[in-house]
């Protein structure tokens, strides 16, 4: 498993605190899979909680195994984080599609 820091107290205010650059390489992994990178970390942009989220899109996060806990870094990511395209199931598939992700996306934004 990758170091990913324990996140204390409330997570946006955690993760705002630091730079991209203060983030470890797993953590960027991590972020970059959820979307982000260097240019958008830096606009100060709050990462939706998850009740944010609309139901379509939590569906299609929890079908990826994503849950409450887990988006806010209370419990570990889930295995789908760390899989390459080819050993996701057709359902994830499906679900990181409507996301907006390609193979060559989720291969490249793989932890």
Known sequence: ???????TGDPNEFWSE???SDLTSAEQNLWTQLGWNEENWEEEVDFPEWDDLS??????WGILGWTQSS???EDDIPESAEKLWEDLSS???AAATELGYTQDK????EI
Do not use: C, H, N, Y
């Not at 498993?1 to 996140?7: A, C, D, H, Q």
């Not at 139901?55 to 299609?60: G, M, V």
């Not at 989720?106 to 934004?109: A, G, H, S, T």
């Open 1 to 7: 498993m990758t170091t990913i820091r324990e996140v």
């Open 18 to 20: 630091l730079s991209w």
């Open 55 to 60: 139901s379509e899109d939590q569906k299609l």
């Open 71 to 73: 988006w806010e870094g």
């Open 91 to 93: 359902e994830e598939k």
């Open 106 to 109: 989720w291969d490249d934004e």
